[in-house]
C-alpha cells in the first residue's frame, strides 16, 4: 500500500538561508508524488508534482524537488526562504487506482524567523 | 473563477448531534473528494464521487459517515451522533476528472469541534 513519511515535524530557517523538506514514500511502481502547502486558514495549494521524465521538477514560488527512486524520496527545496513561506507542507502520492486519491504525510511545519 | 468553497468554516458541535458539511465544487470539475485531518496528523481519504456516484466508501472511518452529491454540482458530508475523535478539519477537494494526472483543487476547510 501507499504511504508518505515525513520525518521533520517542525523546521525553523532564517529569511534568506535554504531549505530542505524530507519526503519518503512507500510505493511498488513509478509514483505519481505532489507537495502541496497549506498557509493558515488556506486549503491547500499545489506547489510541484512528479509524474515521470526529468527527476528535477520546479514547482511555484520558487520551489523544486528532485524524485530519487534509490532513496524513494521526494524532497522539497528552495534556495532562500522568505518569510511568506511559513506554512504547513505536506508531500502526497497518488493512489493510480480505484479513487485516485492522494496519500498524504502528517506534514512539516515551516517557521521563518527574520 | 471561483475555487473550491466549504460551508461553515467553523462548526462547533455536542457529542451526540448530528452535522451536515458542505462543499462546493469548481463548476466542471466531475471529481470530487472528501479527507480528515486531525489535529497533528496528514490529510486522511474518506470518499470520492464520481459525478453523483460514490464507486469508493472504504474510507469513511464509521457508519455514522455519509455523504451525497447532487449531480455533478454540491456534496454533503454528514456525520450522525458526533463524538468527539470525529473533530478534525474536513477538506473538500474537486477535479476535473477521476485521474492524477488532473490536479485536485482543495477548499478552505470546515473545523469541526465536539464538545
Known amino acids: 500500500a501507499q504511504s508518505v513519511t515525513q520525518p521533520d515535524i517542525h523546521i525553523t530557517v532564517s529569511e534568506g538561508a535554504s531549505l530542505e523538506l524530507r519526503c519518503n514514500y512507500s510505493?511498488?511502481?513509478?509514483?505519481?508524488l505532489f507537495w502541496y502547502v497549506q498557509s493558515p486558514g488556506q486549503g491547500l495549494q499545489l506547489l510541484l508534482k512528479?509524474?515521470?521524465?526529468?527527476?528535477l521538477v520546479q514547482g511555484i514560488k520558487g520551489f523544486e524537488a528532485e524524485f530519487k527512486r534509490s532513496q524513494s524520496s521526494f524532497n522539497l527545496r528552495k534556495p532562500s526562504v522568505h518569510w511568506s513561506d511559513a506554512a504547513e507542507y505536506f508531500c502526497?502520492?497518488?493512489?493510480?487506482?480505484?479513487?485516485?486519491?492522494?496519500?498524504f504525510g502528517t506534514g512539516t511545519r515551516l517557521t521563518v524567523i527574520p | 473563477g471561483a475555487g473550491v468553497s466549504q460551508s461553515p468554516s467553523n462548526k462547533v458541535t455536542e457529542k451526540g448531534k448530528d452535522v451536515e458539511l458542505r462543499c462546493d465544487p469548481i463548476?466542471?470539475?466531475?471529481?470530487l473528494y472528501w479527507y480528515r485531518q486531525r489535529l497533528g496528523q496528514g490529510l486522511e481519504f474518506l470518499i470520492y464521487?464520481?459525478?453523483?456516484?460514490?464507486?469508493?466508501k472504504s474510507g469513511l472511518p464509521s457508519d455514522r459517515f455519509s455523504a451525497e452529491r447532487t449531480g455533478e454540482s454540491v456534496s454533503t458530508l454528514t456525520i450522525q451522533r458526533t463524538q468527539q475523535e470525529d473533530s478534525a478539519v474536513y477538506l473538500c477537494?474537486?477535479?476535473?476528472?477521476?485521474?492524477?494526472?488532473?490536479?485536485?483543487?482543495f477548499g478552505p476547510g470546515t473545523r469541526l469541534t465536539v464538545l
Open positions: 464521487f464520481q459525478g453523483n456516484s460514490a464507486p469508493d
Open positions: 463548476s466542471g470539475h466531475t471529481a
Open positions: 477537494a474537486s477535479s476535473l476528472w477521476e485521474s492524477s494526472y488532473n490536479e485536485q483543487f
Open positions: 510505493y511498488g511502481a513509478t509514483p505519481y
Open positions: 512528479y509524474f515521470s521524465g526529468d527527476t
Open positions: 502526497a502520492v497518488a493512489a493510480l487506482t480505484g479513487a485516485n486519491n492522494l496519500f
